[in-house]
Every structure is written in structure tokens, then in C-alpha cells.
């Protein structure tokens, strides 16, 4: 059997897209935030949309440790705020991160074997994508759960 090349476009990387997000383990809703780049006042844009979403009660952020998440800006935010905490996982833990599980499961569905001519037109179908998860739910049913498994070294 001959093997052939085939030539695979591909961006350069140059432009990004900045996108922070939460997902709401209980009612499986995602609140994201869009921006120049991910930093404290993102960070922040996106908390006040959660607690627009929330408007009462407690609210626990299960995160990574990010600096901006430890940031001056973000700190005196949660002072003011302080319905809201933070609850930070251990270092090099993506498998305990549930949105780490839905930005795999977005660049499945999103970049893998697709190239966009356009920047804009990446973009748009990016945020398509994320304002329309509920599409997905079937899908995400066994993929955004609560059931971790804990790996010890022998």
C-alpha cells in the first residue's frame, strides 16, 4: 500500500481567544467570560456574573491556583464579596478540575481536525458553542460529574 501526504492547514496561533468559565455542577450551567486575557479583572467580570446568577446564599469556587485567582484586586473583590469562596485544589491537579473535563470536551468539538480561514469566524463558533452547552447535555450527562478517582503512588 502506498502512503500519501496530505498537507493539514493550520493556524498560527498569533490571535487567541481568552475565555474563563465556571460550571454549575448542580443545575449543569456554565457561566463564561470573554476577554482580552485571562487576569484578575476578568476574574472578576466573571464572579459577578455568577453571583447574577446566584443572587442569594453562599457560593464555592472550586479552582485551580491561578495567580490572578490570588491577586490584590481579586482578594479586596472577595472582601467585599464574601458570599463567595474560594475552595483551591491541590497543585497539578487537572483531573479534579471540572472545567478542566468541559475545555477538552469544547476543543473535541471545537479545533480538532478543523482549520477557520478567519480568526472572527473561530471565534463565533467558539462562543456558539459555549452559549449553547445545554445542546450537549446528553453528552456532558457522564463527563461533568462529581465522581473522581483518587491515584495513589505504590
Request: avoid cysteine.
Given at each position: 500500500m502506498k502512503r500519501t501526504e496530505k498537507e493539514l492547514k493550520a493556524n498560527t496561533g498569533r490571535q487567541r481567544i481568552n475565555i474563563n468559565g465556571a460550571?454549575?455542577?448542580k443545575n449543569h450551567q456554565l457561566v463564561f467570560h470573554e476577554?482580552?486575557?485571562?487576569?484578575?479583572?476578568s476574574?472578576?467580570?466573571?464572579l459577578q456574573k455568577i453571583m447574577n446568577r446566584q443572587p442569594t446564599g453562599k457560593i464555592f469556587i472550586i479552582s485551580?491556583?491561578?495567580r490572578y485567582y490570588h491577586s490584590k484586586v481579586v482578594q479586596?473583590?472577595?472582601?467585599?464579596?464574601?458570599?463567595?469562596?474560594?475552595?483551591?485544589?491541590?497543585?497539578?491537579s487537572p483531573?479534579?478540575?471540572l472545567i478542566e473535563r468541559l475545555w477538552k470536551f469544547f476543543k473535541r468539538n471545537i479545533t480538532y481536525n478543523r482549520y477557520y480561514e478567519e480568526f472572527a469566524v473561530f471565534r463565533e463558533k467558539c462562543l456558539e458553542f459555549?452559549?449553547?452547552?445545554?445542546?450537549y447535555?446528553?453528552?456532558?450527562?457522564?463527563?461533568?460529574?462529581?465522581?473522581?478517582q483518587v491515584l495513589q503512588a505504590a
Open positions: 460550571y454549575d455542577i476577554d482580552v486575557s485571562v487576569n484578575a479583572q476574574t472578576i467580570a466573571l485551580d491556583n491561578a479586596t473583590f472577595l472582601e467585599e464579596h464574601q458570599r463567595i469562596k474560594f475552595v483551591f485544589l491541590p497543585p497539578y483531573n479534579l478540575n459555549l452559549q449553547h452547552i445545554s445542546d447535555k446528553e453528552q456532558l450527562k457522564n463527563l461533568m460529574t462529581e465522581n473522581f
